[in-house]
């Protein structure tokens, strides 16, 4: 009895055997892919084909998407460099973020938190205190960090009532030569924030939220 992949060797090398012997092409019969009844080989290969293209279409399907939510992330994130920008003092910058964060990136609940920028608005929500050791170990998170939980537990910066319900976080350390604050996103929703999702855009947000920060700090 020949060997299946003997044959199949053979017929890719002798590919003048299907010229020579043409007939064979339709007599040949063989299992439908998901019926229970045999097709000839053209049949077979029309079916394949057409599972090809379903997959194909499927996968470029995707890649729009893909294609479209980056674009519509990127939007926000250009808009929210455009409303930084046009900010004359360190109020109208928290006020941004906070907008921002909340109306334009829809999400639920946002904390800004501050202890190395110099102002005069210490009765802001961004500069209530923050333990020592949260500082600490947010000052060794170096990119922005998602997933369903926050270090040493930066989550209750969103109250005792809140924090139980969140499931989901997003990190933004901020900084320049140190960390002088962080940006916490939560949501309720355990797959909005999760430990492998990218940070690109992410960590763009934190590029320009720091920057904008140090840029008016005596302002």
Not at 76 to 99: F, M
Not at 105 to 122: C, K, M, N, T, Y
Not at 139 to 156: F, N
Not at 177 to 196: I, K
């Amino acid at each position: 009895m020949l060997d299946a992949e003997i044959v199949a060797s053979w017929l890719k090398d002798n590919p003048e055997f299907f010229i020579l012997h043409g007939a064979v092409l339709n007599e040949i019969q063989i299992p439908h892919p998901h019926r229970n009844h045999t097709v000839s080989l053209s049949e077979r290969q029309l079916l394949t084909l057409r599972d090809k293209n379903r997959t194909l279409e499927q996968r470029l399907s995707e890649l729009i998407g893909y294609a479209e939510t980056n674009d519509n992330i990127s939007g926000k994130v250009h808009q929210l460099a455009v409303r930084l920008l046009v900010q004359r003092t360190l109020k109208g910058v928290l006020d941004t973020i906070q907008h921002q964060m909340l109306h334009h990136f829809e999400i639920p609940h946002v904390a800004l938190r501050l202890w190395g920028i110099q102002a005069d608005l210490l009765e802001h929500p961004a500069f209530q205190p923050v333990a020592q050791v949260q500082k600490e170990a947010i000052a060794h998170v170096e990119t922005p960090r998602c997933g369903h939980h926050t270090p040493v537990q930066c989550d209750q910066w969103f109250g005792e009532l809140v924090a139980p319900s969140l499931k989901s976080f997003a990190l933004l350390p901020l900084r320049d030569s140190e960390t002088f604050g962080a940006l916490l996103l939560a949501s309720p929703d355990e797959n909005r924030f999760y430990p492998d999702m990218g940070i690109f855009y992410l960590q763009r947000i934190t590029d320009l939220i720091s920057t904008s920060l140090r840029a008016h700090e005596h302002s």
